[in-house]
C-alpha cells in the first residue's frame, strides 16, 4: 500500500498501515543421494578416491607441479588399457596405470 491518499485516509481515522511480515523461510528439505561409484575389472577395484590420489601423485611427482595448482580435474577410464588418463584445468593431460 504505497498509496499517499490511503495512507492519509488511515492516518486520520487513526490507524496506519502495519506492515506484514513474511512468513518464514521453510527449511530446504535435502533430497540429495550421497553415491559412491567403485568399477571393478580384472581382479582390481578403482575408487574415486584413489583415483584422484593418482592422478594429484602424478601430477606432483612426475610432473613437478604443485597440487594446489589443481583447480578441475577430469578423470576417464580405459579399463581394457588398465589406464586412467586425466586433465588438469582443462587443458594440461597426464596418465598413470591402474
Known amino acids: 500500500m504505497n498509496d499517499p491518499e490511503l ?3 488511515l492516518a486520520e ?3 496506519a498501515p502495519t506492515p506484514k511480515k513474511a512468513a518464514p ?3 530446504a528439505t535435502s533430497s ?3 553415491a559412491n561409484i567403485n568399477v571393478e575389472f580384472d581382479g582390481k577395484i578403482c575408487t574415486p578416491d ?3 590420489k593418482s592422478a594429484k601423485d602424478v601430477w606432483q611427482y612426475d610432473m613437478g607441479n604443485k597440487v594446489s ?4 580435474l577430469d578423470i576417464y ?3 581394457e588399457e588398465s589406464t ?3 586433465v588438469v584445468n582443462g587443458d594440461v593431460t597426464g596418465n598413470f596405470f591402474i
Open 13 to 15: 481515522l487513526g490507524g
Open 84 to 86: 586412467a588418463y586425466f
Open 77 to 79: 577410464l580405459k579399463p
Open 7 to 9: 495512507l492519509g485516509e
Open 69 to 72: 595448482d589443481i583447480k578441475t
Open 50 to 52: 584413489t583415483l584422484i
Open 25 to 27: 523461510a521453510k527449511a
Open 32 to 34: 540429495a543421494i550421497k
